[in-house]
C-alpha cells in the first residue's frame, strides 16, 4: 500500500476492532468445542439460554423479546429459532395477531439441555475470562 494507507494502526495488531473480533471468535470456537457433544453450536446455545432466561417469571416469550435483547438480526433468530424447533427444544405457537411476534416455549427437553448447557457454559467463560483479569 501507499503512504497514504487510510488506517490509524499500523496493523491489525493494533486496532482495538480487530482484536475484539479475533478474540471473540477464539472465544466462540472454544465454546463451540464444548457444545458440540451436546448438539448446539454457540448461537443455538444462546437463544436457547435466553428464551429460558426470559421465561423466569412467567411472561410470555416472542422471538422478537429475544431480538430486542440481544441485538441480532430478526431473520437470523427466526432461522435459529426454527433449528431450534426442528431439534424439539422449542415450540413456536401460533401468533395471535403479530405475526413477527412469534411466542416460544422451551420444551421439556429444551429444558433438560439448557440444564446441562448452562453450567457447561459457565465454567467455559469463567475459564476464558479469568485469564483476562490482572492478578
Known sequence: ?????????????????????????????????????????????AILAVFGWLAQDGREVTQQAVVDLVGLDRMHVS???KRLETDGLIRRLPAQSDQRAKPVALTAEGEALLTRALPLVEEYDRACFDRLRPE
Request: overall charge positive; charged content about 15%.
Open 1 to 45: 500500500m501507499t503512504a497514504d494507507w487510510p488506517s490509524r494502526y499500523a496493523g491489525p495488531h493494533d486496532s482495538p476492532g480487530f482484536i475484539l473480533w479475533r478474540d471473540f471468535m477464539a472465544w466462540q470456537r472454544g465454546l463451540n468445542a464444548v457444545l458440540r457433544p451436546l448438539g448446539l453450536t454457540q448461537p443455538q446455545f
Open 79 to 81: 432461522q435459529i429459532s
